[in-house]
């Protein structure tokens, strides 16, 4: 395992079984399980509408693992880590897209409409998560989406929430309207469809909620509500996005 020190958890470089190359997050960095539950469910809805988001694979890993690891704070975090973490496919060569010019205008008004639909706070220009590959941007890091599941609020107001610092976020500069965006993917954003991204979480992720059932079934209300109602959270992306253009 290479450790990738960036932000507040600690990503690795592993190689699994599989033969393949992953960025693995670990269920037992400061962020806790939550984060990767929304690293799947954004991750994985993303890639269902077209959007530009690495594969997601499920890594068991066995916390004997740190017995051969000489950093200490990777050995504590493989310990605490037993079982199922979270893989993102390794894009080699990648780097980070921190201006967004020359991104389509079309596909910035995708992500643009989705950040705002899952919540997803870390798209700033202070912190794009974008990466450039073979020219291409892709969508990395979605821990800090769907933050309402910290504390959840009551339905209403989940579906009705706007998303906090929007005028920040880091394409909006370079978005078209946003209008067309949910004329074409909103209806897609249906309970079928969401509830069989949220199956993909394990259940030892949400084992914290008392009835995990329940926990799955708030995801996919949260989701399809906001997607069938987007006046009260699209409104006020549209207006920052105008006065941005």
Do not use: C
């Amino acid at each position: 395992m290479l450790p990738l020190r960036e932000g507040g958890s600690l990503p690795g470089l592993v190689e699994a079984d599989d033969l393949g190359t992953y960025v693995v997050k670990f269920r037992g960095a400061g962020q806790g399980r939550l984060a990767l539950v929304a690293e799947v469910v954004v991750g994985e809805l993303g890639r269902r509408l077209g959007l530009p988001v690495p594969d997601l694979v499920l890594v068991d890993v066995d916390p004997a693992l740190a017995a051969a690891e000489p950093d200490e704070e990777v050995q504590d975090l493989l310990r605490a880590s037993p079982g199922l973490n979270l893989g993102l496919d390794y894009l080699p060569g990648a780097l980070g897209l921190e201006r967004p010019d020359g991104v389509d205008p079309d596909l910035a008004a995708r992500i643009v409409w989705f950040d705002s639909l899952v919540l997803n706070v870390d798209r700033s220009w202070r912190n794009p998560n974008l990466l450039r590959w073979h020219g291409d941007p892709w969508l990395i890091d979605h821990g800090a989406a769907l933050y309402l599941h910290h504390d959840w609020p009551p339905r209403e107001q989940a579906a009705t929430r706007s998303l906090p610092g929007a005028a920040d976020h880091v394409l909006l500069p370079v978005a078209g309207p946003l209008a067309a965006v949910q004329a074409e993917l909103g209806p897609v954003v249906a309970a079928d469809l969401v509830r069989d991204v949220v199956a993909l979480v394990p259940d030892e992720w949400l084992e914290a909620r008392a009835d995990v059932a329940s926990a799955r079934s708030a995801y996919v209300d949260l989701l399809t509500d906001r997607a069938a109602n987007p006046t009260p959270w699209l409104d006020p992306v549209e207006v920052a996005r105008a006065a941005r253009v």
